[in-house]
């Protein structure tokens, strides 16, 4: 079991043909996933090979869902062009959507999140933007996190950070993940902490969850609220941003703290009233989990 990914996920690439889109659909390639073509209206009816695999280019996601049965498309177009990607990857029914690109309008994100609200969406699933993906290791990765890592594993990952998902990976690589997931630091995103913890609770292969969050919005304090009332796997956590200063924008995750909401403190003692264990750093995070692997 896994959640939202696995062997059979046939992925198409919006983007394939682009500098990172060639790269990352490589590295996908080589590490097991089943790539099955990709998506550029100027490069329709043409080939290309990527880590010794040739793939089709298809003029649109509909065209390229029917002739490949694709179920997966990960987005790697410039920022100006994600939100219509995405718009085309809905209406043609794609039933997970990875938008990796950094530096989406957030004005063009919520056009997007406001549209897989509405009937048009035929229940596609998006996970960011300005996300890593999602992996699940040794059977397929859809986005750019290094597959060599870790491998499969009891561990559930979710987290807001590129970086922080793949040092956590890297920390737990004795355990291993049975999928791990960067939903992304932009204010809006399509795939929350909640509907990660959902599906990993839900997941008989999943035996406990480790959650990194950022300082900023609210997500981890609703989060916690989530887990308090639905989550009986033990949870770890782990906070970014201790020592950020308070009132100063931070970083990618466009972290802004005001009071005491959003602060990394704030977060941690939600986290903890909800009975997780939440580490200072992500090693003491990963020590944490270990101590719980070893008595499960």
């Known amino acids: 079991m896994a959640i939202y990914l696995n062997k059979d996920s046939k992925i198409i690439v919006q983007g394939m043909t682009g500098g990172m889109g060639s790269k990352h659909t490589t590295l996908m390639v080589e590490a097991g996933s089943n790539i099955v073509g990709g998506v550029n209206a100027r490069k329709a009816g043409t080939s290309v090979e990527l880590g010794g695999k040739e793939l089709p280019v298809f003029g649109t996601v509909a065209e390229a869902m029917e002739k490949t049965g694709a179920d997966v498309s990960v987005v790697f177009v410039p920022p100006a062009f994600t939100k219509d990607a995405c718009i085309e990857a809905i209406d043609a029914g794609i039933g997970l959507l990875v938008v990796i690109t950094e530096g989406v309008p957030v004005q063009d994100t919520a056009e997007v999140f406001a549209y897989l609200q509405t009937d048009a969406n035929k229940g596609t699933r998006m996970i960011g933007p300005n996300c890593p993906g999602i992996i699940t290791p040794e059977e397929s990765l859809a986005g750019i996190t290094p597959h060599t890592i870790a491998g499969k594993g009891p561990v559930g990952l979710v987290s807001k950070s590129g970086t922080l998902t793949y040092q956590m990976m890297y920390e737990l690589k004795d ?122």
Request: aromatic share 4%; charged share 25%.
């Open 175 to 296: 355990y291993g993940f049975t999928t791990a997931i960067g939903i992304g630091g932009d204010p809006i995103i399509g795939t929350t902490h909640i509907d990660a913890l959902e599906a990993f609770e839900n997941d008989p292969e999943t035996k406990a969850i480790v959650m990194i969050g950022e300082i900023g919005g609210d997500a981890e304090e609703r989060a916690a609220a989530y887990i308090k009332e639905h989550v009986t796997k033990p949870v770890v956590g782990y906070v970014a941003g201790f020592t950020a200063p308070e009132g100063k924008t931070m970083g990618h995750a466009g972290a802004i703290v005001s009071g005491s909401s959003g602060t990394a403190q704030a977060k941690k003692e939600a986290l903890e009233a909800a009975g997780v264990k939440v580490g200072k750093t992500p090693s003491e995070t990963a020590e944490l989990m270990r101590e719980i692997l070893k008595n499960l």
